[in-house]
C-alpha cells in the first residue's frame, strides 16, 4: 500500500528533520553517492521532494518533479538558482518539451 500524499503534504517541514535522524549521520555520504559532480546539460530530478539532491546537481537546467506542494515550497526556499525550475505532477505526465534529459535522478 503506497502512502497518501497528504501524509507527505503534512509532514513536509519536518521530513528533513526525521530523515537526517533515521539516516543515523549518513545524509551527505548518501547525498553525494547519489549525485556525481559531473556536468550535464539538462538534469531531471523525480520526487525531488524538499531540495535533499536537487540543490547538489551540477547541470545548465534542472527540472525537479514532486507531488507534494509542501515539498516543493521547503525545495524552493533551499535553492538560489535561476537555473532550476519546480513544478508539481506526476512523472507519467511530465512536458519537458523537446529536451532530451542525460541525467535522470530518483
Known amino acids: 500500500m503506497m502512502v497518501k500524499r497528504t501524509r507527505f503534504e503534512s509532514l513536509s517541514k519536518y521530513y528533513d528533520f526525521f530523515t537526517k535522524i533515521l539516516m543515523l549521520g549518513s545524509y551527505g555520504y548518501i547525498r553525494n553517492r547519489i ?19 536537487t540543490r547538489h546537481i551540477n547541470s545548465d537546467l534542472i527540472i525537479g518533479l514532486d507531488l ?24 507519467q505526465v511530465i512536458k519537458v518539451g523537446k529536451r532530451k534529459f542525460l541525467r535522470i535522478i530518483n
Do not use: A, W, Y
Not at 515539498?71 to 508539481?88: A, G, S
Open 35 to 53: 549525485v556525481d559532480n559531473k556536468s550535464t546539460k539538462f538534469s531531471l530530478d523525480l520526487c525531488c521532494g524538499t531540495g535533499f539532491v
Open 68 to 91: 507534494t506542494p509542501g515539498m516543493l515550497k521547503i525545495n524552493k526556499k533551499k535553492i538560489d538558482d535561476i537555473h532550476t525550475t519546480l513544478q508539481p505532477g506526476e512523472e
